[in-house]
């Protein structure tokens, strides 16, 4: 590994090309809400409206999360633990806590 390779900078998913469009679809819907919102907040709509929206935006981000932790079980984790690489559970751990924060 180079100098410039550190803190997990080199490393790359491989998404087959069908996830990587089913994210994409799914990141430029929520991009399109989080637009919707801050027009309704430019806009003074009712706040109970916003909150709605904003937990709708949520529960889209945390179904992304979903199909990207299934990915990475499935792919990363998988080939790291057989490759003797038991370093990828403390790095899982540390996702989880990163998913559960929210």
Known sequence: MTEECTNHSCRK?????????????????????????????????????????????????NSVAKVLLEGHLKGCVKDRLAEGDDAILDELVTTFQKLMRK
């Open 13 to 61: 998913s491989h998404h087959p090309e069908h996830v990587k469009k089913d994210l994409t679809t799914r990141l430029n819907r929520i991009e399109g809400q989080i637009r919707g919102i801050k027009g309704m907040v430019e806009k003074d709509v009712y706040c109970d409206d916003i909150i709605t929206q904003l937990s709708a935006t949520q529960s889209a981000l």
